[in-house]
């Protein structure tokens, strides 16, 4: 492994309870190597690894009980949509949400996203009409309401960020000012600058002229506690995977109000009531919104892997990633040349930088070599780059199970990038 003599501070001491040994040992990929290094996993953002509970409740779902969901008579039916509600269940209590009917499991917050787009905003979105997203968003929250928008002829509005990757408020309330706004969608956490916006308040403004909110929580939701009803959003979406579950599956919170009142997004089996040629009824909630046969499996891998985090605890780990990403901080800018990009005060644990003189891909394609996985290219989030003037960013991103010494390898492996593109 990677020594750490070269590093001149030491990791700070921890004022919470954590046995990350004993963490780690829950996540049988960390035991792997790459390249002949122990793998030093930093790529968080796009997608965590899965807890041994997590891999083993799907295999056990496909060994032992499964069965298509809410139609059988037979046991394995029976069991599965059992295991697959209970994971409803699970989901509402971790957002706080105030029933199951709000809970809708979709593919993941891509799919979330359009769901709303299509179907609130195929309904409500007329021409001259307005929606108004932020300039950081991932491509998941832009593309949606852009093709709604072209669909529609309404017009995109787009809220600036400062340099330092916070939004400015007043243009946003310049904005929703026009009387045209249908929608306001915008991200919790900004997955390539880890700013954590202040959903509460960006909330309060557009209710306070009737407009309902999206939020993209597909960053937020595995690093600090998220209760809808606190920050009172209209829509919040997420994925599975990013929040130790599987992928392909996901959710999308909705205020029970409103999801009554949208048309399906997708319609055909498991979302009706009554099918005549002449006519079809739809379901009730949450049911109206899941046509065909889900990712059942995937959806109890999910409630397995919260009621996981929940074990540990949400403050617990917000506190170890916390000492993560300012430790990171405090390292990466003792690195000639390297310039973090994003230092909002509300930060995720994840950091942004580029090189002078070093492309991204470089960066990762040595740091890889060495054993290190973190993501180096655009983040998906084209225009969020072009804010900055650069066309791509190295970002390393945290979980639960990474540690200082992690960080220590990192760092040193950068010294030496520098070194050989002197
Ligand atoms: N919104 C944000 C803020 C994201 O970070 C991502 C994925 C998505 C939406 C889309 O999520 P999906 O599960 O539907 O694909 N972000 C990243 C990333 O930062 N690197 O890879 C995927």
């Known amino acids: 492994m990677h020594s750490m003599r070269e590093i001149p501070t030491m990791p700070p001491t921890r004022n919470y309870e954590l046995d990350l040994a004993h963490i780690r040992t829950q996540f049988p990929i960390l ?5 002949g290094n122990s793998l030093v996993y930093l790529d968080n953002a796009a997608s965590m690894q899965k807890p041994l509970k997590v891999i083993k409740a799907i ?4 060994s032992n009980y499964y069965s298509n969901i809410h139609r059988g008579v037979h046991l394995l039916s029976t069991l599965s949509t059992a295991a697959y509600e209970r994971a409803r269940k699970i989901v509402q209590l971790f957002i706080n949400a105030s029933s199951m009917q709000e809970i809708i499991f979709t593919s993941g917050t891509t799919e979330s996203i359009n769901l709303v787009a299509s179907s609130l905003g195929g309904s409500t979105v007329k021409a001259g009409d307005e929606v108004v997203i932020t300039g950081m968003e991932h ?18 509005r787009v809220v600036p960020f400062n340099y330092r990757g916070e939004l400015i408020i007043h243009e946003y309330e310049r904005l929703l000012e026009s009387g045209r706004v249908k929608l306001v969608a915008f991200v919790h956490t900004s997955n390539a600058l880890g700013t954590i916006n202040p959903v ?17 929580g597909a960053q937020a939701i595995a690093h600090s506690a998220v209760d809808v009803r606190e920050l009172d959003c209209d829509f919040y979406a997420f994925s599975g995977h990013k929040i130790y579950g599987p ?4 959710v999308l919170y909705g205020k029970r109000a409103l999801l009554e009142a949208m048309p399906p ?9 009554i099918v005549t040629f002449e006519k079809t009824q739809y379901a009730e909630l949450p049911n109206k919104f899941e046509a065909g046969t889900p990712n059942i499996a995937g959806v109890i891998g999910l409630g397995v892997a919260l009621e996981w985090l929940q074990n540990i605890g949400i403050e617990i780990i917000k506190a170890h990633e916390q000492t993560l990403l300012e430790y990171t901080t405090d390292q990466l800018s003792r690195v000639p040349g390297l310039n973090i990009l994003g230092t909002a005060c509300e930060k995720a644990p994840l950091v942004a930088f580029t ?5 991204p891909h470089d960066i990762g394609t040595i740091l890889d070599r060495e054993g290190i996985a973190i993501r180096a290219g655009h983040q998906c989030a084209q225009p969020t780059m072009e804010r900055y003037g650069v066309p791509a960013m190295a970002r390393v991103s945290f979980a639960i199970y990474n540690r200082h010494e992690e960080i220590d390898a990192l760092v040193k ?10």
């Open 355 to 359: 090189m002078k003189g070093i492309h």
């Open 200 to 216: 509460k308040i960006l909330v309060e403004i557009a209710h306070a002229r009737d407009i309902p909110v999206l939020v993209d």
């Open 139 to 156: 491509h998941s929250n832009i593309v949606p309401w852009q093709v709604l928008c072209e669909r529609t002829g309404a017009v995109l």
């Open 247 to 250: 992928s392909g599956v996901g």
């Open 413 to 422: 492996t950068l010294f030496k990038i520098k070194e050989l593109f002197k």
């Open 265 to 273: 997004y997708q319609v055909g089996g498991d979302m009706i009531k």
């Open 59 to 62: 295999s056990d779902c496909y």
């Open 31 to 35: 035991c792997r190597e790459v390249y």
